[in-house]
């Protein structure tokens, strides 16, 4: 089969806190020693992996990020309120034929605008988030900021990914957001591989039963790192072994580690940390080679 | 009344300290879990459910194949990239995980290919717990969207089971998005629970700017305190300079970690962490009262 030319490592875990942003920020770091990497913050609502590297330099001014939301026309409006019949969200109100639009909970789908037999809906870009760039040596740095208050976490997600894929580097790890809804799934979507970041907790097995369920259905061939190793005594090892996804790395619990991890520190001398790293990404090259990317639509 | 518990950063601790603070109202109160794609309120309180019922998030779309004449209008018109082309090229598909739902690629079908269906998207539970206090709980099906949705479904069978005089306690999910702002729609306070590191400092900093602008009170309490002075330092300066009152600080210690795993919840841990976490509780009652009150 061919050669990918650009894969795409995501780093996910269902559970907050299992050490996502730690992992995906080491992977990224480990694979630019061999060759040109990005690390992605998808984790729009929460970005931190930026903190890790605070003597990155900035790769230029943040970009905006927009939805396009409608406006009306009170001039050509004729009260027909067609629009607020058509839209799936509750956005648009008519109340006596006139329309009032609540830009907070309005996902921009255009489909008002399409159904407006007078014109009435004119579209104007409205700023969700934006995108930031920035250089760490080797390492490009790239995270998607969601505005406070804002909802549109996806249209954040989208455009950082679109940004990545615009960087054309070879090796693109993404830092995703927790859970297993919308913004996780954006995140996963188009990822080559999945690398899933558990805590020997049952919190964190539970909510790692559901990152792999969502793995299966978007056909992205996963692995397992165990952090925290000897945290707590849940059996991550045989959860995984039952559900045929293997654990590709273990990470002992030491205080140490977690006094670096609160203070925002990197790990780069601790070697059994960039060893795991290296046996992540060598897990990771394997796995694609006998998959075919999601995003082409194909199963394992 | 309402109180929620919310810290921006996943693993920062919402859900034990929830736990503990139902055990300490017991059963006057009832939690809402809402952190609903990943919850874990069931696993810590020790949840017997007794009733539950199917969520359905609303109908979504699905294309026809024999149907569908390829013409690709559907793609154009949807501005999430959830309609692509399917293998062969003579039809399209919708990847239902990306689906927004709606609607945009109805109108735009000529073809009439494109059909709704209404499936279940996960369920709701209602729960006794081996603390006495109340679980409102739902697990939502993996790659599911409307989180906000079923957040709010969620909050009104706690309100239902906490009656008026009851105390409902909203766990949070981690972010600031909309299932966050669904638990924290109409709470009378919200306990920021501010993790003792750089990322849980910024996190909950954001999410402070968020309640805030929703005109919440707000509570603070630290968590994973004595690993790093200075970080436990820049958590309290953080929680100063947004003018909140600090209810009180929990060390990191695995005396707490492994009381959960031995089925109780922090409120009683023997020792100095428990004694953290008693004290901070009693706090927070004490204030959250005075809310309460005004």
Redesign the interface.
Known sequence: MSEISRVIIAVAS?????GK?TIASHLALAGSMKRAAILVDL?V??P?SF?YFPAAAPLGPPEAVSV?LPTVDAQRCLGCSHCAK?C??GALIAIGGVVTIDERTC?????CV??CPAGALIEQDLEVGETRAARSGTLVLLEGR?K??D?R??AVI?AAKKRAERSGVALEVRDC??????????AL?GANYLVLVAEP???SL??LG??I??AM??HIPAGVILNKDG????DVESFCAARRVPVIGRIAFD?KR??K????MLWQEDQEMMACMDAVLASADTAMRFCVPAEE?GKP | MTIAVASGKGGAGKTSLTSAIAAAFGESCVVADCDVDAANGAIALGALPWESEPYFAGPGFSIEIAACIACGACAEACRFGAIRQRPGGNSYAIVPELCERCGACVDRCTAGAIVTSEKEAGRLFVSDTRLGARLAHAELLPGEDTSGKLVRKVRERADRLAGHEGIVLVDAPPGIGCPVIASLTGTECVVILVEASVSGIRDAKRLIELAASMGRKMVAVINKTGLDTAMDEEARAAVREAGLPLAGEIPFDPSLRSAEERGMTWLNVEGAAGDCVRAAIAALRSLVDSYGRR
């Open positions: 269902g559970k907050g806190g299992t942003t984790d609502e929460a931190d903190g396009r058509v799936r969200f996902k921009g789908c255009g489909r399409a159904s969601m406070v208050g909802i976490s996806t989208e957001p927790p859970g297993t809804s919308c913004p996780a799934v954006h979507a907790t049952e919190f539970h909510d559901a990152a369920e969502l259905s978007l945290f707590g005594s849940a205080r977690a006094q991890g609160v203070a925002g639509g």
